[in-house]
């Protein structure tokens, strides 16, 4: 696997450190990302455990420092390309209750954090909504999990994701459109407004 970084020399023990405090923590995180690829537990599941025994395998290729969450999930996203995409096929139906309430809503221009808006979320989440993120295709669903649920900036998306940033942007402002559309007759029924037509009638 190709890496930016010119590698560096750590001990095992510096390894495990790096591993056990860089990256583990961010399990769920990875976790939630492959099951939203794969639409699979036991694929999303696979698919973390090889992520994780490739980032330990190209650990000295990580920079102590910079953003190991993005650093892993460029690894996922790229093992997911490479060893899981053509073989792996799309449930008709995914239970819902054994994943997190981590779907994004229609407000995804809102100032909050991604911990905040799960908790917000975890009032309102329904199968409306998990359907309309899940049906959408992987490049959209992608970039509204690595934006809008885990936090990531356009410039860490773009190199997890290595397609340039102008990319980024036009195809998350359509995968926000695509979402929304899906999701307009829910969110009717849930008492949300259109801003836009509100504006113009008033």
């Known amino acids: 696997m190709a890496m930016e970084t010119t590698p560096q020399k750590y001990s ?98 809102l100032n909050v954090t991604a911990d905040l808006r799960v908790e917000v979320l975890q009032s309102m989440i329904g199968d409306e909504i998990a359907n309309a993120l899940n049906a959408l295709a992987v490049d959209f669903r992608t970039v509204i999990i690595l934006c809008d649920i885990e936090g990531f900036t356009y410039e860490e998306m773009s190199k997890i994701l290595d397609i340039p940033i102008g990319t980024v942007r036009s195809r998350l402002h359509r995968a926000r459109n695509l979402l929304k559309e899906k999701l307009k007759d829910y ?5 949300y407004e259109d801003k836009r037509k509100s504006k113009n009638n008033a």
């Open 12 to 109: 095992e023990q510096e390894k495990e450190n790096i591993f056990n405090l860089e990256f583990m923590p961010h399990i769920d995180a990875a976790y939630n990302y492959a099951f939203h690829l794969t639409l699979n537990e036991d694929n999303a599941k696979d698919l973390v455990q090889d992520t994780y025994l490739r980032a330990f395998r190209f650990i000295e290729s990580f920079q102590k420092g910079t953003n190991a969450k993005a650093w892993l999930f460029r690894i996922l996203k790229n093992n997911f390309i490479n060893n899981f995409r053509k073989k792996v096929k799309e449930p008709a139906k995914v239970d819902y209750q054994e994943v997190e309430s981590i779907y994004n809503s229609e407000d995804t221009e």
């Open 187 to 191: 969110a009717e029924k849930m008492g």
